[in-house]
């Protein structure tokens, strides 16, 4: 998504900015939870996004993505090798095999959530599997890291040091980022790895959007005619895992968009 880029510090939420962030964040993980099981088959991404919005709807939240900078749609649906910001359309019909990501957010009094996911639609070859749970195990291994007086770097470091063994593409020109009472926020958050220098300290009350976008080929990427569909340049299949964390002032952070399944 293009943000509208602060140059501020990043924010620190005190303990009622951190409930609302909350509250926002767990109506999103059900927003996605019930996008999982309507994935297969057979149905549009415009199916998807008209299905997603009602639900952002349901929850009585807002859908932050939708007209952001001019982007039209409420659910980011890519497919195969798009990386992110797929435009839903009613003539892209998802097909046993692919593999489709889904990127949202909602705002509900007044503050911001956001998380993505990429499944399988019906059976679906075992390296794109496999690219899709490393992806996700990626994004864990970067959150052991965003520990109070830990910095970002060791976020960005952790991701890298899984991936680049794997051999994964790790997209480079797109990264996560702070979020609260706006969808983008300092600071800008890389998943690829940042030699000799350290980033900001992270403190209790950031919140973060921590997104890695993985590639089964080269992290490079272009963007569409449509100027907003990503998709990897050799062609190659990518995935997108995301979640909104809050630093906590002991441990691991907190996930906040975690779908009940996943915890």
Not at 63 to 83: H, L, M, T, W
Not at 180 to 202: A, C, D, Q, T
Request: hydrophobic residues 35%; glycine residues 10%.
């Amino acid at each position: 998504m293009r943000r509208n880029r602060n140059k501020e510090q990043p924010s620190i939420k005190n303990a009622e900015e951190l409930e609302l962030m909350r509250q926002s964040c767990k109506r999103l993980a059900y927003v996605h939870s019930k996008l999982k099981d309507f994935i297969r088959p057979g149905i549009s991404t415009a199916d998807i996004n008209e299905y997603g919005e009602s639900l952002i709807a349901e929850q009585g939240g807002k859908p932050n993505f939708k007209n952001y900078n001019g982007y039209p749609a409420a659910i980011c649906v890519s497919v195969n090798d798009e990386v992110v910001h797929g435009i839903p359309s009613a003539d892209r019909i998802l097909e046993e095999g692919d593999i489709v990501s889904l990127d949202c957010g909602l705002i509900y009094e007044g503050f911001h959530s956001d998380a993505a996911r990429t499944w399988g639609v019906g059976n679906i070859h075992p390296n794109a599997q496999k690219l899709i749970d490393d992806t996700r195990k990626s994004f864990f291994e970067g959150i052991r890291m965003a520990i109070n007086g830990n910095h970002l770097y060791d976020i960005s470091n952790a991701i890298a040091a899984y991936l680049t063994p794997l051999g994964y593409g790790i997209v480079r020109d797109l990264t996560g980022h702070g979020i609260g009472r706006n969808l983008h926020e300092e600071p800008v958050i890389p998943n690829y790895r940042i030699p000799f220098k350290k980033g900001i300290e992270l403190k209790p009350g950031m919140t973060l959007a921590v997104e890695p976008m993985v590639t089964l080929g080269t992290w490079r990427v272009y963007w569409e005619s449509d100027g907003w569909t990503v998709r990897t340049q050799d062609g190659a299949p990518a995935a997108h895992y995301e979640n909104t964390i809050a630093i906590r002032p002991d441990g691991e952070p907190e996930i906040l968009t975690l779908m009940e399944d996943e915890k």
